[in-house]
């Protein structure tokens, strides 16, 4: 068994390895990070209506998309969330927003003439889309599959917090969910220290997170549990405590996540205000080290990007399907999104716009972008590779071209001397430490427009992500 020098020795090691990086240009001045989610980032859409942003689209030939769904409401604000939501029970306005959804996933199916949505997969999300009373979450499930055929959907799943999982209501709300067709479980334990917890400013406890667990794999759900790493409140001795427990849990999936301080979403977090207790790059980078370091050596590891496995079928066929094989998804709610193969809308943030939207018999979509041949490119490179690899033959698919060394020449040769990705015939993908600066790998391929930070604060190196970047580079012209 390793001990806890053991972990740090190691993390030091690739600490300096990622400083080498840096000194390179691939990771900004003050190792600040925007993460690879979307393409363009979803804060840099422009305002475009329903009708300029869905013209000319069909939905896919076997009628096939996932599904997202939006829940805005939450028992309280936590400190890392970046999306916009109401604080608190607000039932009357629950019982308006659940009556809004429903008029809007019908206008969806009448605008493409269609009776049932087809999912590959679903995915209820917020928020917390089970902070419902179960008579209220029973409702929306109820209509919800009456509007979706579920024969070909592989995964159903809810991202919940604890605190909606234990009690007499928590049960009745798993077995809802069980009976409603509903397979997997996202849960946002986000860390088992119980003063980390409070700075994050959660309302559970870590005895309430293990009971959420234990009620949901007692329903038989697949399980995922979700940890925030480089959040105020945490050091390297206690995080490696959290994540020696984690792995003695009876979940499915262990996913981490590093703290995001920039907004990435339509609202920029509280955890701006608090900065100077955020943990500083390198120790935040030692933190995931070691998370990988003990998940490894106790039987887990990476399947999909930040999510770590047992078994390589338990993952998220939502993410997998949207952001590895770039298949057609839609959105509905408040800030819900649509990803297409060849655009990408957004939902309004804002309730009443959503409402009178709605009201008029009109999609709430207020934001998008119908990508040029050069933004599909890019697009088709940097979702895959962010989160599993590139598909040689489905990039061919999406751009009409071969994926060789004409594209990006000198991109591809420098990430791949500097050890960061590596190529076969079939595919493009990370090596193990690419995986570990993934987000800013991805980046490599953002247009100079969708680079999150000033080409002065990324280091005059090989790796700058301005260099090698023009129209010409990703065309091979």
Known sequence: MRTYKDYLLHANERFKMVQELQKEGLICDNGEFVPSVHYPPITQYNAMSPNEVLQNYTLPADGMTDIYVHFPFCIRSCTFCHYPGLIG??????????????????????????????????????????????????????????????????????????????????????????????????????????????????????????????????????????????????????????????????????????????????????????????????????MKQIAIDILNENGWHENIRRVYTKNKKNISRYAYNQCCNLHDQVGFGLTGFSSYRDRFMINTQYFDQYYDAIDNNTLSISRGLVRS?????????????????????????????NLDNTIFTEKMRNLKAFGLIEEDDRRIKLTELGSFVADEVAEQFNSAEYLPFEQSRYADGLLNPYLYNTSDDAFGK
């Open 89 to 286: 029970d607000r039932i009357a306005e629950k019982e308006k927003y659940i009556k809004y959804l429903k008029k809007e996933i019908e206008l969806y199916l009448e605008r493409f003439q269609i009776k049932n949505l087809r999912p590959r997969s679903i995915l209820i999300g917020g928020g917390t889309p089970t902070y419902l009373p179960p008579a209220m979450l029973e409702d929306f499930l109820d209509f919800f599959n009456s509007k979706v055929d579920l024969s070909g959907c592989k995964q159903y799943n809810y991202d919940v917090d604890p605190d909606s999982l234990v009690g007499e209501d928590g049960k009745k709300r798993l077995e809802i969910m069980r009976a409603h067709n509903v397979t997997r479980l996202t849960i946002g334990v986000q860390s088992l220290d119980n003063q980390v917890l409070k700075v994050m400013n959660r309302a559970h406890n870590s005895k309430t997170a293990i009971e959420a667990m234990e009620n949901t794999k007692e329903f038989g759900f697949d399980l995922n549990i979700e940890f925030i790493y480089g959040h105020p409140g945490q050091t390297l001795e206690n995080w490696t405590e959290v994540m020696q427990q984690a792995v003695t849990l009876n979940t499915d999936e262990i996913q981490l996540y590093r703290l995001k301080i920039l907004a990435y979403g339509d609202k920029q977090g509280h955890i701006i205000n608090k900065r100077e207790e955020i943990p500083d790059f390198e120790q935040t980078m030692k």
């Open 373 to 401: 041949p050069e933004q599909q490119l890019r697009w088709s490179i940097i979702l895959p590779l962010k989160n599993m690899d590139v598909k040689k033959g489905r990039f061919k698919e999406i751009n009409g071209r």
